[in-house]
Structures are given as C-alpha cells and as structure tokens.
C-alpha cells in the first residue's frame, strides 16, 4: 500500500516537473521568436536603407559639359554622400557620346540593380520608356520629357520663367540694344528657352532686336564659336545659351575678344547651372549671369522621396519659380548691378502674382507681345 502511494506520490511530482518545463520551453521559445523578429525587422530596415542606389545616364554633352548633365550629377552626388553612398555601388553615371549609347546604358544599370536609374534629357525619353516597361520592379525618372508608366518619374520645369528673367537682365545691360539666343538642338524645350528669353527682353524694350540662332547639335563648342563670333560681329553685346556643351564655345569666343580687347562689351548668359567660372578671364568676368535651372535640387528631392518609401512613379513633377526650380545667378555683383536685380526681382514677383503669364510657345509669344 505505501509503496503504491510512493509510485503515485512520484508519477504526481513528475507530471508537473513535465508541465513546467513544457511552460519553461514555450515561454523561453516565444520570448526568442519575438526577440529575433524585433532584431531581423531591425537589420532588415537598416539593410534596406543601406541598399538603396541611384545612377543616371548622360545625353551626348557628357557628364562634364558645365550645363545639364553636370547640374543632375552634382546632384546625385550630394544625395549619395548625404545619405553615405559609394560612388560605383550606391551613385554612378553612365556617359552616351552618341543616341545609340542610351539603350544599353540603360540595361546596363538595371543589370547592376540600382534602386532608380535617371534618364538624362529629353532625348533618351524613348529608350527610357522601353527599358522601363521591361524592368517594372526598378524606378526610372526622366528629365526634361513625360514618360507613362507607373515605375517612372517624369521631372519637367518651367524653363521659360527663369529665361524670361534673364531676358530681363540682358535688356538691362545691352548698350546696343542687339542681343543673341543660341540654341542646341531645336525642339519644343528648347523653344522655351528662346521664347521665355524673348518675351523678358521686349518687355523691357519692345525695340530690343534679338537674333536667333541653333547649332542643332548640345556637343559641338567649334559651332558655338563660330555662331558667337558672328553675332558678336554684328553687333550683339549679349548672348543667351541653351546649348549644352556647346555653349562652351560661345564662352570661348567672349572670352577672346575680352582678351584681345579688354574694353570690350560682350557678355555671355549661362544656363542650367552657374556658369560665372567659365566665364573667368584674368581679373574680369565675362558672364553676365546664369538661367539657373536646378536639376541638381530635382534629383535630390525625387532620389530622397524614392528612398523613403514615396516614389512618385507615374507623376510628373515640375518645377518653376514658385518651387525655386528656375532663376538667375548674381555671382557676378559688378556686371549683375543692383539696377538690374532690381528690375529682375519686380518682374519676378509680377510673374508670382499672376500679372504675367510668360509665354511658352510661339503662337504665346505673339499674344503676349501684341498685349504690351
């Protein structure tokens, strides 16, 4: 009898030894798995973060043409060292020197899984759009075009804004009252800049001649030079840009007749970036001022949005001069005089309440000009 009390008393004492470690196992079990997934979920962000990337592809004026291509890769570089990127695995460009290099420029991107790939210029919109439809799991952002697609970005700005305030400056500073617009490839953009430039002059001075004229090419400075030194010749003593590389050599051809003769009026209006350092010769300064559209802030500000989370793929984000995504430079203080920003600066708060519709379009151009 006592023994089998013994074996019931032990059989108790053992189940509930069991219990508790079935309790113990479960709870220790449970508290792991939530410490694991507190950790992974931890790592897995960190990682995500860290893995993001951002390249773009150049058009044919090259990373270093002192304009458009220049203004988005410093951009891009100040986003990757913001965010502690690595040129070559977390930011890098691919340079096209021809149209036929856009294509695989751009699979070549998507090969190395960057997390946004920047399609730089109206004219690599096509082969954007191609590689873009193919590669649905990447985000692709174009400049200066519209491309459908929910993975694409389409970034534009109201170019004809900021050219029509450097109208403004040139129509302050000529003394010949004949001023030049040379432009790269001619084609609806590009036209903003020549129109928006032209209406800032004439609403200056509507007896402003300005002379227009295209290189139909944003690479070649040998053309630009040659175009300037026409101008110049003929009376132009300042000229506006929208070339590209080719704006390079309008710089140039200033800066030789500054040389040779330092009395000279000839200025150049930059564009895209500040352009005052090209026009550096000796103690003087042949930039005027610069258009400055700023693509650099527009890649920073879509590659930020696409790294946390808020891509706006299939939108078209446009930036004017109530954005601060167009203006002029005043780097120049000695040929930018406060006359002149003065001037700039009434035009540019006209345009911001709404008392000037600059025109965009030719057809624009000539109902703003028949209404001054």
Known sequence: MKKNRFLLVLAMLLAVGLFLAACGSSDDKEESTGNEGKDNGGEGTEEASSDFSVAMVT??????DKSFNQSAWEGIKAFGEKNGLEKGAGFDY??????ADYLPNLNRLVQQDYSLIYGIGYKLAEALGDVAKQNPDTNFAIVDSVVEGDNVASITFKEHQGSFLAGVAAAMKTKSNKIGFVGGEESD?????????????QSVNPDIEVQVQYAESF???????AIASNMYDKGVDVIYHASGATGNGVFAEAKDIKNNDPDAEVWVIGVDRDQYEEGQIGDQNVTLTSMLKRVDVAVQDVAQKAK???????????????????GVARTNEEAFTEEIATAVDEWKQKILDGDVE???????LKTYLDSL
């Open 358 to 364: 600059v025109p965009a379009t030719e057809d624009e």
């Open 219 to 225: 690479a070649d400075a040998t053309k630009g030079k």
């Open 94 to 99: 691919a340079q096209s020197s021809q149209d």
């Open 189 to 201: 953009l590009i036209k903003k800049f020549e129109v928006g430039f032209r209406a800032g002059v």
């Open 59 to 64: 058009d044919v004026g090259g990373v270093d």
């Open 308 to 326: 946390d989370g808020e891509f706006p793929g299939g939108e078209v984000v446009e930036y004017g001069i109530q954005e601060d995504g167009v």
